[in-house]
């Protein structure tokens, strides 16, 4: 299987991650040719740069004659604009559907930088004339990628990063996602940004993108509403689940619209996997910090083995007892408290320990986070005087739930499939004995009617 392992050692936005599949192969004119079809008055620039010492490609959006550039830099440029001719800045909400022009746009003939990634519109002084409104609803943002000349898969992959903002976006400010106007995410050079990502993953040719954890960066950035963490609240809501730290830099190595592409694109997050690396390449930010290489690097290569492609990898934790003095009843207890607390797997094997004693091997498997917890509580309700642990890798096949309808009720089927084929379900017990004892039916029936139920499911799709 073909994978892309996506490195984001100085964090991820959406014009790295265009210079990383460029650097990588994709060919510069597929992403020209796409922002082209969107006709939305942008044309891209590729250019050669060095970051603390490694080459990579810079992917730059200029829109009417201005480029693209990082949020602190563009508000750096609105305050001494606003200082020059006497706007103050206020902090409004900018989601509430107005159109706004340009931050200190006075006149024609001192037009200010277009609107980067990430960055919110700020108010505009109520003098001054609107130029046009960069505010955009997802309604129209649908619109202008299903009308683009480019692939159904690229469209709905584009769409749906630009629905992963407005959810975090109607979340963080308690509205409809329908009435979220993207004036951050929705200047154009964000749009060609996710639609570019999208086209361009496609044109990579790999059957998934792994990604590494992500630096995230530190310190405030400024922004419309004022100053703000870093990262972002948007940038938070969409790396819930993912892997994240900071290396301590004091600067926004994640953006929004980085994090969206991650979120939508992203199968799985792991250490460097094991491929036959074909090739590599590096996508540059816009800014430089002393020492470190603000890159992010796209490697793409073919896993090594058939079984690696078909399943993932995870480390897990084993802890172990020998219990020859303990309650039974106690046994189950503890097995019930294991699991309630976060364990993936509780056994007990029995053993014949020294001098004869029939005994018990607890044995528990977790994630190496809880190790510590779970091991507190063996200690706490057994009577065992030590606990063994160690690392084990391993090896599962894809996992989801659905639900399915019964005379009785719902029931979850969990999934098992390899290489997106199907190779295992069953109705999930829990469920199926609550309907058993609500509705008073054998167990064994709900069962088989929840499978019966499944399989005439998948029949019809």
């Excluded at 022009?101 to 930088?113: D, F, L, M, N, V």
């Excluded at 934790?317 to 009843?329: C, I, K, R, W």
Aim: with cysteine; net charge negative; glycine share 8%.
């Amino acid at each position: 299987m073909r994978i892309a392992y996506l490195e984001c050692f100085s964090g991820m936005s959406g014009d790295m991650f265009l210079g990383a599949l460029v650097d990588a192969g994709v060919p510069a004119q597929v992403l020209e040719e796409t922002v082209a079809a969107l006709k939305v008055g942008a044309r891209l620039e590729v250019s050669r740069v060095v970051r603390s010492g490694i080459s990579a490609t810079k992917v730059d959006v200029w829109v009417d004659g201005q480029k693209d550039m990082p949020r602190e830099e563009y508000w750096a440029k609105q305050g001494e604009h606003q200082h020059q001719h006497g706007h103050p800045h206020h902090n409004q909400d900018e989601h509430h559907g107005h159109s706004h022009s340009h931050a200190g746009e006075s006149s024609r003939a001192e037009p200010t930088p277009s609107l980067p990634k990430g960055v919110p519109a700020p108010p505009v002084p109520a003098p001054h004339v609107h130029e046009h409104s960069h505010g955009r609803g997802l309604t129209e943002i649908r619109q202008i990628i299903g009308h683009a000349g480019i692939s159904e898969t690229a469209k709905k992959t584009a769409i749906a990063i630009f629905e992963a903002l407005g959810e975090v976006e109607s979340k963080i400010h308690a509205i409809s996602i329908e009435k979220v106007h993207f004036h951050e995410v929705g200047a154009v050079d964000a749009m060609v940004d996710i639609v570019c990502a999208a086209v361009g993953a496609e044109a990579l040719g790999v059957d998934e993108i792994v990604c590494s954890p992500l630096n995230v960066g530190g310190g405030t950035v400024e922004c419309a509403h004022g100053t703000i963490p870093v990262p972002a609240p948007a940038t938070v809501e969409l790396l819930k689940g993912a892997p994240v730290y900071s290396s301590g830099l004091q600067a926004e190595l994640v953006t929004p619209t980085g994090a969206a592409i991650v979120k939508t694109l992203v199968r799985r997050f792991a250490a460097f996997p094991e491929m036959k690396i074909d090739r590599s390449g590096y996508g540059a930010g816009s800014r430089e910090f002393p020492g470190h290489a603000n890159v992010v690097r796209l490697t793409v290569g073919e896993t090594a083995s058939t079984l690696a492609a078909k399943t993932a990898l995870e480390t897990l934790t084993v802890l172990e007892a020998n219990l020859d003095d303990l309650n039974p009843q106690v046994f189950g207890y503890v097995m019930d408290r294991l699991l309630e607390e976060g364990a993936l797997d509780v056994f007990g094997v029995p053993v014949q320990m020294k001098k004869n004693r029939p005994g018990t091997l607890l044995t528990v498997l977790c994630k190496p986070e809880d190790a510590g917890k779970l091991t507190q509580l063996i200690f706490a309700e057994t009577t065992t005087l030590g606990v063994r642990r160690r690392e084990e890798v391993r090896q599962t096949l894809a996992r989801r739930w659905e639900n399915v309808r019964t005379e009785w009720g719902e029931v979850r089927i969990k999934i098992a499939s390899m290489n997106g084929t199907v190779t295992n379900y069953a109705p999930e017990y829990e469920d199926c004995r609550r309907i058993a004892a609500e509705h008073h039916v054998p167990l064994k029936t709900v069962m088989q009617e929840a499978s019966r139920a499944y399989l005439g499911k998948s029949e019809k799709l």
